[in-house]
């Protein structure tokens, strides 16, 4: 399982739970990960167009470096928490997207990455489920969308583009009876809650 990224490099990409750098450690050790670079940003969606553009993930893209071997985009949580619109897939190749949607954002990232670096893995991450601040997951956003919405359209984004997806939002066993165990507040893990992540992380990353 080590000598599949063995020395090699790997960016995360995404909100609060990957700037935590909790899980990147316990993976990048399992499968000996020479550098990791973090590119995760508290607070902020994938998409553009709220009033944490800085830190969007779909900007944050663009800092990557040409040069990493393996890189995961973990994002949807906040997009769903501040409402941002889910939007359609287009066509792939269809660019410009509409950054100011989910799924348009999210086009423009993964079409930047493999633009500017065709041979890195590029992976995907469904949001884990949550229940803080009044957004479980069972309720609608300004938008009228759930969580596991946005996470159906990561899944959807995989296929359309033949990336590999970790389906966290349907695998991971973070739900309304586990989420005090797994998470420090209902929403980000604890230490249990990484250790689940890179468990499922793992396995995963040494398949591609």
């Not at 935590?20 to 020479?34: C, D, H, K, M, R």
């Not at 493999?114 to 300004?142: I, S």
């Not at 309304?176 to 396995?203: C, F």
Request: with cysteine.
């Amino acid at each position: 399982m080590r000598e599949r990224w063995r020395g090699k490099s790997w960016a995360t990409l995404g909100d609060s739970i990957t700037a935590a750098n909790g899980y990147q450690p316990l993976v990048s050790q399992a499968l000996a990960f020479e550098r990791v670079g973090n590119y995760g940003q508290s607070g902020c969606p994938m998409t553009a167009g709220s009033d944490r553009d800085e830190g969007a993930t779909v900007y944050m893209g663009e800092r990557l470096e040409r040069t990493y071997d393996c890189v995961t985009i973990f994002a949807g949580t906040n997009d769903y928490r501040l409402g941002m619109p889910l939007g359609d897939l287009r066509p792939v190749g269809q660019a410009p997207f509409d950054i100011r949607t989910f799924c348009g954002a999210y086009q423009t990232l993964v079409e930047g990455l493999l633009a500017r670096n065709p041979l890195c893995r590029l992976n995907l991450w469904t949001p884990l489920q949550r229940d803080k601040d009044g957004f479980d997951g069972e309720r609608r956003n300004g938008q009228g969308a759930l969580l596991a919405e946005y996470a159906a359209a990561v899944v959807l984004l995989g296929k359309a583009y033949a990336l590999p997806v970790l389906d966290l939002h349907a695998q991971s066993g973070f739900n309304k009876l586990t989420l005090d165990v797994l998470t420090s507040d209902r929403l980000h893990p604890n230490e249990a809650g990484h250790r689940r992540i890179a468990d499922l992380a793992i396995p995963f990353l040494a398949a591609l």
